[in-house]
């Protein structure tokens, strides 16, 4: 491939290269000109010039909260900025059910459970639901899904087993509570408990939760991670997709549009 | 004026289906007690203590009774025996029973028997005594520092740890909150028990337990003084130790509880009896202690959708009432909840939520309502969420709720910030200040959107009602009536914990408690 030629770019505020940017946060100090003074520091601290402390306040008796505008001198060369190109439109309900149709000639075979001590349906009904998110239909509606929905604290181990028992394609794992990093370690766990169980590299597996991205789930030993605004839509491509490649009837190379990146 | 809409008959109407929809339940109620109603009864006795491992007292005794077959007859009935039998101290009590055969637990004579429980009852009349003294000095230091205004905002701490979760509700007081709450550990509702002793790691949130509640009441306490200004504090009165918690809350003064008839069936998977059996004795123990219980009919609609779904929240609402009734709590202390969650990106929507606030504020006049904030449909452009938060605000004020939850622009990513909360505090306070009285300067059009979509969702809600009282409460739930979850009658967790009460069942608070014995 040609290497593009050089694209400069820098955060536009109100100029074009410019380089402003807006910051916002909280020292445990109370206000007073010496905390305005220290935030302007941190700021210039990290590299920012012209900084404006645009308002500093009392967030509390111990605690300042401050909005700052500054400019940056770093930038970016959008040309070196590599995202897989795409090569397959993302489908919608009723291109995708026809697709399946064609491509996998039956229904494909999905479970998904907020797993461990997690109690939140909240994400995994969003996707597996009937009723789906944001006006995009779940993937219980797709006749060409079959989608099993076990709900909250659910056991690693059970939903291994009773995805195995109907030779899910597919298994969806919910971390919405993070603290502590709980998600990881229950995360870990499951990928743990497939591995023993020999699932792993064989049936899908992905992850999904608001703190979850793509980069942390491939981390963890999943096929791929879906964060915060994620539509039903995009999980049932990327099922579908991962699918043909793993039964060899798509290039395994290939990119579509909304893939997780 | 949040509209008549609706004639005063047809909801008068709705109220006495509620109350005979409910009232089979009281059946069940009455002839049954759980492990976790007799564990309230242990610790009402002082039997607040754990044991090696942690594992509570009122635990240890309640499962040795229960292992023995004679926990049917009301653990203050053992507890009596214990005493009888020397026993010095509550804790003693524990030990004696606990390491006594369970051949041993033989009749007593009948004139032993009624002293027994004379001695009882008189023990029991001293420990509502204590716990009314306690309550009475809460009530001195709320007169002495007068609450701002409602609606009272609420705002959440969730660090983990307790001591950590003190600073951040003293910030948030110190910024303008009126109502901390302390969320709980993440499954904390499927223990069944109530932990022990103070606690800095949690997940998702810091665990229920007495001594927590006692730190953090005791810094409220000095922050109200400090701002002249009462700060309430409110935890979770759900799941399996439902009225367990209830009068940890009780006794270390707390102002309110998160305390629903349903929401443990319906979002935890507990069983149906044990839910509606604590939740009884949960809310006897509110009523008693003027707590005032949020209801979580919010929760129905993160499930199902809120447009389609709003009348199921207008239903249960009046069902919950009349459990709440029926448990001796008074209107005001009734919040009863509901939210601003209808999909932003439809047309009308503030026009619809605020015909669903008014309509819950017609239905329940003088309830104090807690209305949250959008949560499902936050976005991660904290922009958007905080204009979105704001409009919650207005029709907040306008529908004089009583509590309000604060939206929190960064809702969808991560638990609050400080700053967060200062900034959902600040702009509520602005709203607030900006708007209040703007109900009694427009009156709203009987014949507009905001009245017809009311009357559409009380009718609806009147449908439910009908189906429920037609079909019963087990079968509607069953059929995934409420928040588009279906349980059934013996499903769930902690059925094993119900007991079919023996027919000479003794739980002395209770009986005071209803009034059947001063």
Redesign the interface.
Known sequence: MVKPTKQIIRPYGDRRDDGVVQL???FPVPLSEKAKEAAAQFVRKMGFSDVKVASA?R?????T?FIVYARSGMYIDYAEVDVPELVIKKMGFDDLNAFIQQKVGRRIVVFGACTG???H??GI?AIL?M?GY??DYGLERYPWFEAYNL?S?VPNEELITKALAKSADAILVSQV????D?HKDNSRQFIEAAKARGLHGKTILLLGG??VDHKLALELGFDAGFG??TKPSDVANFIVHALLKKLGKEDPNAHYQGEPT | MSGPFIQDEQIAHARKLAEEIVNPIFELIRRNTTVSNERTVLRFFGISGAGTRGVPLANLMVDKLKAAGVLNRGAAYWYGRALQMGAKSPLEAVERLTALPTDKLGPLSPDMEQNLRAEVRAEARAALDDLRSRIAHRNAIRQQFPMSPAPHKYVIVATGNIYDDVDQARAAAQAGADVIAVIRSTAQSLLDYVPHGATTEGYGGTYATQENFRIMREALDEESQKLKRYIQLTNYSSGLCMSEIAFCAAYERLDMLLNDAMYGILFRDINMRRTFIDQYFSRRICALAGIIINTGEDNYITTADAYEAAHTVIASQFINESFAKRAGLKDWQLGIGHSYEIDPYRADTLLLELSQAMLVRRCFPNAPLKYMPPTKHKETDIFFSHAYDVMADLVAIWTRQGIQLLGMMTEAMHTPLLADRYVALKSAAYVHRAARGIDEEFTVREDGKIANRAREVFSKAMELLEECHKEGMVAAIGKGRFGDVKRSELGGKGLDGVLEKAPDYFNPFLEILEGTTS
């Open positions: 916002s946060f909280t306040e967030a509390a008796d111990n605690y909260f001590t997690d109690t349906t909240v009904d639901n009723k944001a006006g709900g604290q509570v993070t603290q502590r709980v608001p703190r915060p605004g």
